[in-house]
Nanobody, 124 residues
Framework: QVQLVESGGGLVQAGGSLTLSCAASGRTYSSYVQGWFRQAPGKEREFVAAIIWSLGSTYYADSVKGRFTISRDNAKNTVYLQMNSLKPEDTAVYYC?????????????????WGQGTQVTVSS
């Protein structure tokens, strides 16, 4: 069992930055993949970014490529999502997810563990 706790959400003006954190505890796997998803009001949850813990390989949705950066801190067992040049359309609840399988995963159903979510609101 893996527990994921997100933090770092909040209100920011367009063009600003925020960094989200996702701390993992419990049984973790060296090969697991960790991802970020988001869900805006009235919309489906969508993939944002993912990182393979052991390799550091990353993958991004086109909508955030060049603006968001996913990274991990092995010592803290924490994954970060640095979000720059934020836009009002980035407003959503952001969820951290993890799965013990290998390889980048972009689909919601491919992730076994989920955090509770953290709200990000970007004002225009």
């Amino acid at each position: 069992q893996v527990q994921l706790v997100e933090s770092g959400g909040g209100l920011v003006q367009a063009g600003g930055s925020l960094t989200l954190s996702c701390a993992a505890s419990g049984r973790t796997y060296s090969s697991y993949v960790q991802g970020w998803f988001r869900q805006a009001p009235g919309k489906e949850r969508e993939f944002v970014a993912a990182i393979i813990w052991s390799l550091g390989s990353t993958y991004y949705a086109d909508s955030v490529k060049g603006r968001f950066t996913i990274s991990r801190d092995n010592a803290k067992n924490t994954v970060y999502l640095q979000m720059n040049s934020l836009k009002p359309e980035d407003t959503a609840v952001y969820y951290c997810a993890a799965d013990p399988g290998g390889g980048i995963r972009q689909r919601e159903y491919e992730y076994l563990y989920w955090g509770q979510g953290t709200q990000v609101t970007v004002s225009s």
